[in-house]
């Protein structure tokens, strides 16, 4: 049986300048400052703006904070001429370990459809970045589809042509439950990462199945935390909102199983 830990992800959107990420990061590092037995078992990584990432990661390698360091979105190209873009090669350069690709808000405000994921995906994967590829239904693909049919059809084509001894991480994002307060039930949670996790085996084979952390977001609290991290399949979580309390996100990362 393959152990994998547990991913605590905390996806600040666009929120907390360089500035303040800066004083964010060090409360919360003190906040968790105890609790070097979570982090043998938790990995913890927050996602602030671009803008920040190069404060961010400055302060990570100078206080040896143990947070992995990622990116809310990055370029399908390499370098040239796309004004305002943001390339894999530039995020790796500054220590980024992963990047958000395919978030609802990037598919509902920028259009990004299956095929510019798929192509995201392996832009990131190509710079040695690992995509936290996310998939979810609205409320009117759950109402004509079931939960699961849409977020399964997503990561089957984000994962198209992806070598198998690729890391990836899935988060199943149910989009009426991000920012909503209306969190998925765990049982609902369970039962997509279950499926989502046959899509991995399908595309990338059993070992990559077995290995690849799949995490539940939307409205994910310190209050029900525990809940979704005792569902087998459900290996984290993608946190937004939460992800900006010191207090809150730091128990979130003490969830007992
Ligand atoms: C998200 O945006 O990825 C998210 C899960 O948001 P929230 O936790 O605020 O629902």
């Given at each position: 049986?393959?152990?994998?830990?547990?991913?605590?992800?905390?996806?600040?959107?666009?929120?907390?300048?360089?500035?303040?990420?800066?004083?964010?990061v060090?409360?919360?590092?003190?906040?968790l400052?105890?609790?070097?037995?979570?982090?043998?078992?938790?990995?913890?990584?927050?996602?602030?703006?671009?803008?920040d990432?190069?404060?961010?990661?400055?302060?990570?390698?100078?206080?040896?904070?143990?947070?992995?360091?990622?990116?809310?979105?990055?370029?399908?190209?390499?370098?040239?001429?796309y004004?305002?873009?943001?390339?894999?090669?530039?995020?790796?350069?500054?220590?980024?370990?992963?990047?958000?690709?395919?978030h609802?808000?990037?598919?509902?405000?920028?259009?990004?459809?299956?095929d510019?994921?798929?192509?995201?995906?392996?832009?990131?994967?190509?710079?040695?970045?690992?995509?936290?590829?996310?998939?979810?239904e609205?409320?009117?693909?759950?109402?004509?589809?079931?939960?699961?049919?849409?977020?399964?059809?997503?990561?089957?084509t984000?994962?198209?042509g992806?070598?198998?001894?690729?890391?990836?991480?899935?988060?199943?994002?149910?989009?009426?439950?991000?920012?909503?307060?209306?969190?998925?039930?765990?049982?609902?949670?369970?039962?997509?990462?279950?499926?989502?996790?046959?899509?991995?085996?399908?595309?990338?084979?059993?070992?990559?199945?077995?290995?690849?952390?799949?995490?539940?977001?939307?409205?994910?609290?310190?209050?029900?935390?525990?809940?979704?991290?005792?569902?087998?399949?459900?290996?984290?979580?993608?946190?937004?909102?939460?992800?900006?309390?010191?207090?809150?996100?730091?128990?979130?990362?003490?969830?007992?199983?």
């Amino acid at each position: 049986l393959t152990k994998r830990t547990p991913l605590i992800a905390g996806n600040w959107k666009m929120n907390l300048d360089h500035l303040q990420a800066v004083a964010f990061v060090q409360k919360l590092h003190w906040a968790l400052k105890d609790a070097k037995h979570e982090f043998d078992t938790v990995d913890v990584s927050v996602f602030p703006p671009f803008t920040d990432l190069r404060s961010v990661q400055t302060l990570i390698d100078a206080d040896k904070i143990p947070f992995g360091l990622g990116a809310q979105d990055l370029s399908v190209h390499d370098s040239g001429a796309y004004t305002g873009e943001v390339s894999g090669a530039f995020l790796k350069r500054l220590d980024v370990a992963s990047v958000i690709i395919g978030h609802s808000e990037r598919r509902e405000y920028h259009s990004e459809g299956d095929d510019v994921v798929a192509a995201k995906t392996k832009a990131a994967l190509k710079h040695g970045l690992v995509p936290v590829i996310c998939v979810g239904e609205t409320a009117e693909d759950l109402e004509t589809h079931g939960a699961s049919a849409v977020p399964v059809g997503q990561l089957e084509t984000a994962l198209d042509g992806v070598a198998s001894s690729a890391e990836i991480v899935v988060a199943y994002e149910p989009v009426w439950a991000i920012g909503s307060g209306q969190a998925a039930t765990p049982e609902q949670a369970q039962e997509v990462c279950a499926k989502l996790r046959q899509v991995v085996a399908a595309k990338l084979g059993d070992d990559a199945a077995a290995r690849t952390r799949v995490l539940y977001g939307g409205s994910v609290k310190a209050a029900n935390i525990a809940s979704f991290m005792r569902q087998p399949d459900v290996d984290g979580a993608l946190v937004g909102g939460a992800s900006l309390l010191v207090d809150e996100f730091a128990a979130i990362v003490r969830f007992q199983k």
